[in-house]
């Protein structure tokens, strides 16, 4: 497995840096077959009022990215949570696979690998020319993904391994925009666009 671990406002130590690798290798043994990639980001806050140090970790396991936050006020407590939280959310993703796999009168259909879903022909000249280099608004960060369509339930299950409030994704029937977000007294909302 390859692990990727990131500093911010902090220097990652060898010791950090180890106890990192223990604790995420541990969390994901029982997973290493679905488990190609782990990115990992510890940072404390700037703002000595507010003891807060994280540990997030990306996952990338069979094409599908499951993801985990957690905050203490100590480093090693952040990186022992989020390593547990990780082991958790890659138990219920292999259970679902495998209940969904074993269905009676279902052919399992494999998620494509990320080679498979990127494209490099489909890129016609330069993405940068005629383009003026502009920064963003400050607190505005931009991410850029395939969104490949699929249905609700698909939606709502990668929603629960994210670890976000909400899930922006193309809905398969109608091929539009839609975000599915969890509400604050159970359950899920769909926002869909009015036409």
């Known amino acids: 497995m390859k692990l990727l671990i990131h500093g911010r406002n902090l220097e990652v130590t060898p010791a950090l840096r180890e106890y ?6 541990r969390a994901i043994h029982h ?19 507010l003891p807060q140090q994280t540990a997030e970790v990306t996952v990338f396991a069979n094409g599908t990215i499951i993801r ?17 939280k990780l082991c958790r959310q890659l138990r219920r993703f292999k259970e679902r696979q495998s209940d969904h796999h ?10 494509p690998s990320t080679d498979a ?3 490099e022909s489909s890129i016609d000249g330069s993405l940068l020319e005629g383009k003026e280099v502009k920064l963003p608004n400050p607190g505005i960060r931009k991410k850029y993904f395939p ?6 339930d698909q939606a709502r299950h990668q929603l629960d391994l994210i670890d976000h409030d909400f899930y922006l994704f193309r809905e398969e029937e109608s091929n539009d925009l839609q975000v599915i977000y969890k509400r604050n007294h ?5 926002i869909q666009a009015k036409g």
């Open 102 to 111: 074993h269905s009676p009168g279902h052919s399992a259909s494999l998620t």
């Open 68 to 84: 985990a936050q957690e905050r203490s006020e100590n480093l090693y407590a952040s990186i022992d949570l989020v390593a547990n």
């Open 186 to 190: 159970g359950g899920y909302g769909l």
């Open 20 to 25: 990192t690798e223990s604790k995420l290798k």
């Open 147 to 152: 969104m490949l369509p699929m249905s609700i």
């Open 117 to 119: 879903i990127i494209d």
């Open 31 to 49: 997973f290493e077959e679905m488990v190609k990639e782990a990115d990992v980001h510890l940072s404390v806050a700037k703002n000595p009022r």
